[in-house]
Protein backbone atom coordinates (compact mmCIF):
# COMPACT_ATOMS: atom_id res chain seq x y z
CA UNK A 1 0.00 0.00 0.00
CA UNK A 2 1.37 3.13 -1.22
CA UNK A 3 0.87 5.97 1.99
CA UNK A 4 -1.65 7.89 -0.50
CA UNK A 5 -3.57 5.10 -1.24
CA UNK A 6 -7.46 5.22 -0.75
CA UNK A 7 -7.91 3.14 1.86
CA UNK A 8 -11.80 2.09 3.29
CA UNK A 9 -12.59 1.02 6.92
CA UNK A 10 -15.27 -0.37 7.77
CA UNK A 11 -16.24 -0.36 11.31
CA UNK A 12 -13.59 2.17 12.43
CA UNK A 13 -15.66 3.12 15.45
CA UNK A 14 -15.22 -0.25 16.76
CA UNK A 15 -12.19 -2.03 18.83
CA UNK A 16 -10.90 -3.69 16.14
CA UNK A 17 -11.18 -1.29 13.10
CA UNK A 18 -10.31 1.62 15.37
CA UNK A 19 -7.28 0.12 16.00
CA UNK A 20 -6.80 -0.12 12.65
CA UNK A 21 -7.34 3.51 12.10
CA UNK A 22 -4.53 4.38 14.62
CA UNK A 23 -2.16 1.72 13.79
CA UNK A 24 -2.78 3.62 10.20
CA UNK A 25 -1.73 6.82 10.95
CA UNK A 26 0.66 5.73 13.05
CA UNK A 27 2.68 4.47 9.74
CA UNK A 28 2.00 7.97 8.06
CA UNK A 29 -1.22 6.52 5.46
CA UNK A 30 -3.07 10.08 4.66
CA UNK A 31 -6.05 8.93 2.62
CA UNK A 32 -8.23 7.08 5.11
CA UNK A 33 -11.56 6.81 4.49
CA UNK A 34 -14.14 6.48 7.40
CA UNK A 35 -18.48 6.73 7.37
CA UNK A 36 -20.18 6.47 10.63
CA UNK A 37 -23.36 4.31 10.86
CA UNK A 38 -25.37 7.37 10.40
CA UNK A 39 -23.60 8.57 6.85
CA UNK A 40 -23.67 5.37 5.80
CA UNK A 41 -26.05 1.90 6.61
CA UNK A 42 -24.24 -0.95 5.76
CA UNK A 43 -26.98 -2.89 5.96
CA UNK A 44 -28.70 -0.93 2.93
CA UNK A 45 -27.17 -2.84 0.04
CA UNK A 46 -27.93 0.37 -2.38
CA UNK A 47 -25.81 2.72 -0.37
CA UNK A 48 -23.12 0.67 0.46
CA UNK A 49 -22.85 -0.16 -3.51
CA UNK A 50 -23.19 3.68 -4.10
CA UNK A 51 -20.97 4.83 -1.14
CA UNK A 52 -17.91 2.01 -3.75
CA UNK A 53 -18.72 3.43 -6.79
CA UNK A 54 -18.55 6.88 -5.23
CA UNK A 55 -15.11 6.76 -3.40
CA UNK A 56 -13.52 3.63 -5.40
CA UNK A 57 -11.03 2.69 -2.29
CA UNK A 58 -8.32 0.95 -3.81
CA UNK A 59 -8.25 -0.86 -0.01
CA UNK A 60 -10.44 -2.38 2.09
CA UNK A 61 -10.29 -3.63 6.02
CA UNK A 62 -13.55 -5.24 6.74
CA UNK A 63 -14.14 -5.04 10.37
CA UNK A 64 -17.90 -3.68 11.17
CA UNK A 65 -19.57 -6.54 12.42
CA UNK A 66 -22.47 -6.92 15.18
CA UNK A 67 -20.37 -8.71 17.87
CA UNK A 68 -21.26 -9.28 21.53
CA UNK A 69 -20.07 -12.22 24.12
CA UNK A 70 -22.27 -15.38 25.09
CA UNK A 71 -25.08 -13.75 26.68
CA UNK A 72 -25.85 -11.25 23.96
CA UNK A 73 -25.12 -14.18 21.30
CA UNK A 74 -28.15 -16.54 23.03
CA UNK A 75 -30.40 -13.15 23.39
CA UNK A 76 -29.99 -11.95 19.92
CA UNK A 77 -28.81 -15.15 17.68
CA UNK A 78 -31.15 -14.01 14.64
CA UNK A 79 -29.69 -10.33 14.48
CA UNK A 80 -26.42 -12.11 14.64
CA UNK A 81 -26.64 -14.15 11.75
CA UNK A 82 -28.93 -11.44 9.60
CA UNK A 83 -26.69 -8.63 10.13
CA UNK A 84 -23.41 -10.00 9.94
CA UNK A 85 -24.33 -12.04 6.30
CA UNK A 86 -25.39 -8.24 5.20
CA UNK A 87 -22.89 -6.31 6.13
CA UNK A 88 -20.18 -8.81 4.70
CA UNK A 89 -22.13 -9.53 1.46
CA UNK A 90 -22.54 -5.87 0.70
CA UNK A 91 -19.25 -4.74 1.09
CA UNK A 92 -17.54 -7.51 -0.32
CA UNK A 93 -19.73 -6.85 -3.39
CA UNK A 94 -19.66 -3.48 -3.88
CA UNK A 95 -15.86 -3.88 -3.27
CA UNK A 96 -15.60 -6.27 -6.26
CA UNK A 97 -17.83 -4.04 -8.68
CA UNK A 98 -15.51 -1.04 -7.82
CA UNK A 99 -12.48 -2.84 -8.49
CA UNK A 100 -10.86 -2.50 -5.09
CA UNK A 101 -7.49 -3.79 -4.72
CA UNK A 102 -7.41 -6.17 -1.67
CA UNK A 103 -9.83 -6.44 1.25
CA UNK A 104 -9.21 -8.33 4.76
CA UNK A 105 -12.05 -9.91 5.75
CA UNK A 106 -12.13 -10.00 10.00
CA UNK A 107 -13.22 -12.95 11.44
CA UNK A 108 -13.15 -14.90 14.24
CA UNK A 109 -11.64 -17.61 15.75
CA UNK A 110 -14.88 -19.20 17.22
CA UNK A 111 -15.16 -20.08 13.14
CA UNK A 112 -13.68 -23.20 14.07
CA UNK A 113 -15.06 -26.12 15.84
CA UNK A 114 -15.65 -26.50 19.53
CA UNK A 115 -12.93 -29.45 20.30
CA UNK A 116 -10.66 -28.70 17.22
CA UNK A 117 -6.90 -29.80 17.54
CA UNK A 118 -5.14 -27.27 19.73
CA UNK A 119 -3.34 -25.21 18.81
CA UNK A 120 -6.13 -24.40 16.00
CA UNK A 121 -4.28 -24.36 12.60
CA UNK A 122 -6.50 -23.06 9.52
CA UNK A 123 -6.68 -26.65 7.91
CA UNK A 124 -9.87 -27.25 10.80
CA UNK A 125 -12.18 -25.15 9.24
CA UNK A 126 -15.62 -26.90 8.95
CA UNK A 127 -13.93 -30.18 10.15
CA UNK A 128 -16.50 -30.69 13.91
CA UNK A 129 -19.71 -28.95 15.06
CA UNK A 130 -19.18 -25.41 16.42
CA UNK A 131 -20.15 -24.03 19.54
CA UNK A 132 -23.38 -23.82 20.39
CA UNK A 133 -23.42 -19.96 22.36
CA UNK A 134 -22.27 -18.72 19.16
CA UNK A 135 -23.10 -20.05 16.36
CA UNK A 136 -24.83 -17.89 14.60
CA UNK A 137 -22.06 -15.35 14.59
CA UNK A 138 -20.07 -18.08 13.63
CA UNK A 139 -21.96 -19.10 10.64
CA UNK A 140 -21.81 -15.78 9.54
CA UNK A 141 -17.83 -15.55 9.50
CA UNK A 142 -17.86 -18.87 7.60
CA UNK A 143 -19.48 -17.71 4.96
CA UNK A 144 -17.83 -14.84 4.43
CA UNK A 145 -14.78 -16.50 4.13
CA UNK A 146 -16.40 -19.18 1.55
CA UNK A 147 -17.45 -15.42 -0.15
CA UNK A 148 -14.14 -13.96 -0.01
CA UNK A 149 -12.82 -17.54 -1.95
CA UNK A 150 -15.56 -17.73 -4.38
CA UNK A 151 -15.38 -14.19 -5.02
CA UNK A 152 -10.97 -14.77 -5.90
CA UNK A 153 -11.73 -17.98 -8.22
CA UNK A 154 -14.78 -16.58 -10.24
CA UNK A 155 -13.75 -12.90 -10.43
CA UNK A 156 -9.97 -13.00 -9.76
CA UNK A 157 -10.59 -10.73 -7.08
CA UNK A 158 -7.51 -10.70 -3.85
CA UNK A 159 -9.33 -10.55 -1.15
CA UNK A 160 -7.92 -12.34 2.19
CA UNK A 161 -9.35 -13.50 5.66
CA UNK A 162 -7.75 -13.25 8.58
CA UNK A 163 -9.21 -14.85 12.10
CA UNK A 164 -8.02 -13.05 15.10
CA UNK A 165 -7.93 -14.72 18.29
CA UNK A 166 -10.08 -13.05 21.21
CA UNK A 167 -9.47 -9.10 21.23
CA UNK A 168 -9.17 -6.53 23.65
CA UNK A 169 -8.14 -2.96 23.92
CA UNK A 170 -9.23 0.53 24.55
CA UNK A 171 -12.22 0.90 22.71
CA UNK A 172 -13.71 -2.59 23.73
CA UNK A 173 -17.74 -3.01 24.69
CA UNK A 174 -17.54 -3.00 28.58
CA UNK A 175 -21.25 -3.36 28.80
CA UNK A 176 -22.10 -6.50 31.35
CA UNK A 177 -24.95 -7.66 29.13
CA UNK A 178 -23.05 -7.84 25.68
CA UNK A 179 -18.98 -7.96 26.20
CA UNK A 180 -16.51 -10.47 26.03
CA UNK A 181 -14.65 -11.85 28.94
CA UNK A 182 -12.00 -9.70 29.58
CA UNK A 183 -13.44 -5.89 29.64
CA UNK A 184 -16.37 -7.37 31.15
CA UNK A 185 -13.98 -8.84 33.87
CA UNK A 186 -12.20 -5.24 34.33
CA UNK A 187 -15.48 -3.47 34.93
CA UNK A 188 -16.79 -5.61 37.64
CA UNK A 189 -13.09 -5.17 38.83
CA UNK A 190 -13.22 -1.56 38.67
CA UNK A 191 -16.57 -1.08 40.11
CA UNK A 192 -15.99 -4.11 42.56
CA UNK A 193 -12.78 -1.86 44.06
CA UNK A 194 -14.72 1.44 43.48
CA UNK A 195 -17.73 0.15 46.06
CA UNK A 196 -14.93 -1.47 48.16
CA UNK A 197 -16.68 -4.72 47.01
CA UNK A 198 -15.30 -8.28 49.17
CA UNK A 199 -16.32 -10.80 46.08
CA UNK A 200 -16.64 -10.45 42.12
CA UNK A 201 -18.97 -13.11 40.48
CA UNK A 202 -17.08 -15.23 37.53
CA UNK A 203 -19.37 -16.75 34.98
CA UNK A 204 -18.78 -20.56 34.40
CA UNK A 205 -15.65 -23.05 36.34
CA UNK A 206 -12.77 -20.65 35.49
CA UNK A 207 -10.75 -23.71 33.63
CA UNK A 208 -11.57 -22.83 29.90
CA UNK A 209 -8.70 -21.26 28.59
CA UNK A 210 -8.83 -18.27 26.26
CA UNK A 211 -5.58 -16.57 23.81
CA UNK A 212 -6.25 -12.82 24.13
CA UNK A 213 -4.55 -10.48 21.97
CA UNK A 214 -4.11 -6.31 22.56
CA UNK A 215 -6.43 -4.47 19.82
CA UNK A 216 -2.97 -2.46 18.68
CA UNK A 217 -1.06 -5.64 17.94
CA UNK A 218 -4.11 -6.74 15.91
CA UNK A 219 -3.98 -3.19 13.86
CA UNK A 220 -0.34 -4.17 13.16
CA UNK A 221 -0.79 -7.62 11.59
CA UNK A 222 -3.89 -6.45 9.76
CA UNK A 223 -1.58 -3.99 8.07
CA UNK A 224 1.29 -6.11 7.88
CA UNK A 225 -0.86 -8.75 5.92
CA UNK A 226 -2.42 -6.48 3.60
CA UNK A 227 1.13 -4.48 2.90
CA UNK A 228 2.49 -7.46 1.75
CA UNK A 229 4.67 -8.03 -1.15
CA UNK A 230 2.78 -9.39 -4.48
CA UNK A 231 4.53 -12.99 -4.02
CA UNK A 232 3.89 -13.39 -0.32
CA UNK A 233 0.19 -12.17 -0.11
CA UNK A 234 -0.97 -14.06 -3.41
CA UNK A 235 0.52 -16.96 -1.81
CA UNK A 236 -2.10 -16.92 0.74
CA UNK A 237 -4.73 -17.17 -2.11
CA UNK A 238 -4.09 -20.17 -3.56
CA UNK A 239 -7.06 -21.93 -5.13
CA UNK A 240 -7.33 -25.26 -3.17
CA UNK A 241 -7.75 -23.59 0.27
CA UNK A 242 -9.43 -20.85 1.65
CA UNK A 243 -7.63 -17.53 1.47
CA UNK A 244 -7.79 -17.73 5.58
CA UNK A 245 -4.99 -16.79 8.03
CA UNK A 246 -5.21 -16.85 11.97
CA UNK A 247 -3.69 -14.00 14.02
CA UNK A 248 -2.78 -14.38 17.37
CA UNK A 249 -0.65 -14.78 20.08
CA UNK A 250 0.43 -18.57 20.70
CA UNK A 251 -0.26 -18.44 24.12
CA UNK A 252 -3.36 -18.44 26.55
CA UNK A 253 -4.67 -18.76 29.62
CA UNK A 254 -7.33 -20.04 31.80
CA UNK A 255 -10.48 -17.80 32.94
CA UNK A 256 -9.17 -17.99 36.32
CA UNK A 257 -5.90 -16.78 35.77
CA UNK A 258 -7.60 -14.22 33.54
CA UNK A 259 -9.82 -12.71 36.44
CA UNK A 260 -6.53 -13.08 38.87
CA UNK A 261 -4.63 -11.05 36.63
CA UNK A 262 -7.09 -8.21 36.31
CA UNK A 263 -7.32 -8.21 40.17
CA UNK A 264 -3.70 -8.11 40.22
CA UNK A 265 -3.56 -5.47 37.89
CA UNK A 266 -6.93 -2.96 39.54
CA UNK A 267 -5.17 -3.73 43.02
CA UNK A 268 -8.73 -6.08 44.04
CA UNK A 269 -7.35 -8.41 46.73
CA UNK A 270 -11.20 -9.66 47.36
CA UNK A 271 -12.50 -13.18 46.43
CA UNK A 272 -13.18 -14.79 43.03
CA UNK A 273 -15.97 -16.60 43.23
CA UNK A 274 -17.20 -18.84 40.16
CA UNK A 275 -20.90 -19.22 38.78
CA UNK A 276 -20.75 -22.75 37.65
CA UNK A 277 -24.63 -22.61 36.56
CA UNK A 278 -23.48 -20.34 33.66
CA UNK A 279 -21.94 -21.37 30.54
CA UNK A 280 -18.33 -22.47 30.00
CA UNK A 281 -18.16 -21.56 26.19
CA UNK A 282 -15.72 -23.41 23.92
CA UNK A 283 -13.09 -25.39 26.18
CA UNK A 284 -9.90 -23.90 24.61
CA UNK A 285 -9.26 -21.44 21.17
CA UNK A 286 -5.59 -21.38 21.33
CA UNK A 287 -4.72 -20.38 17.50
CA UNK A 288 -1.60 -21.83 15.38
CA UNK A 289 -0.11 -18.55 14.43
CA UNK A 290 2.82 -20.42 12.67
CA UNK A 291 1.82 -19.01 9.20
CA UNK A 292 1.74 -15.74 10.52
CA UNK A 293 4.58 -15.98 12.50
CA UNK A 294 6.47 -17.63 8.87
CA UNK A 295 5.99 -14.50 7.43
CA UNK A 296 7.42 -12.51 9.89
CA UNK A 297 5.23 -11.08 12.40
CA UNK A 298 4.48 -11.45 16.06
CA UNK A 299 2.80 -10.08 18.78
CA UNK A 300 4.27 -7.44 20.94
CA UNK A 301 2.07 -6.80 24.08
CA UNK A 302 2.42 -9.11 26.61
CA UNK A 303 -1.14 -10.17 28.72
CA UNK A 304 -0.59 -7.96 31.95
CA UNK A 305 1.16 -4.57 29.41
CA UNK A 306 -2.21 -4.64 27.55
CA UNK A 307 -4.78 -4.51 30.31
CA UNK A 308 -2.48 -2.18 31.63
CA UNK A 309 -2.65 -0.19 28.79
CA UNK A 310 -6.81 -1.08 28.31
CA UNK A 311 -7.50 0.65 32.03
CA UNK A 312 -5.44 3.92 31.43
CA UNK A 313 -7.59 4.14 28.08
CA UNK A 314 -10.71 3.92 29.45
CA UNK A 315 -10.49 3.92 34.02
CA UNK A 316 -12.28 7.67 33.43
CA UNK A 317 -15.42 6.14 32.14
CA UNK A 318 -15.83 3.03 34.16
Not at 10 to 22: D, F, K, N, Y
Request: proline letters at 5%.
Amino acid sequence: MRKSSSIYIAGHRGLVGSAIQRGLERQGYSNLVTRTRDELDLLDTVSVDRFFADIKPEYVFLAAAKVGGILANSTYPADFIRDNLVIQSNIIESARRSGVDRLLFLGSSCIYPRLAPQPIPESSLLTGPLEPTNRPYALAKIAGIEMCWSYNRQYGTRYLAAMPTNIYGPNDNFDLNTSHVLPALIRKTCEAVKTGARDITVWGTGTPRRELLYSNDLAEACIFLMDLDEVSFQSLLVEDAPPLINIGTGEDVTIRELAETVARVLGFSGQLTFDVTKPDGTPRKLMDVSRLHSLGWHHRTGLEQGIKLTLDAVRDRL
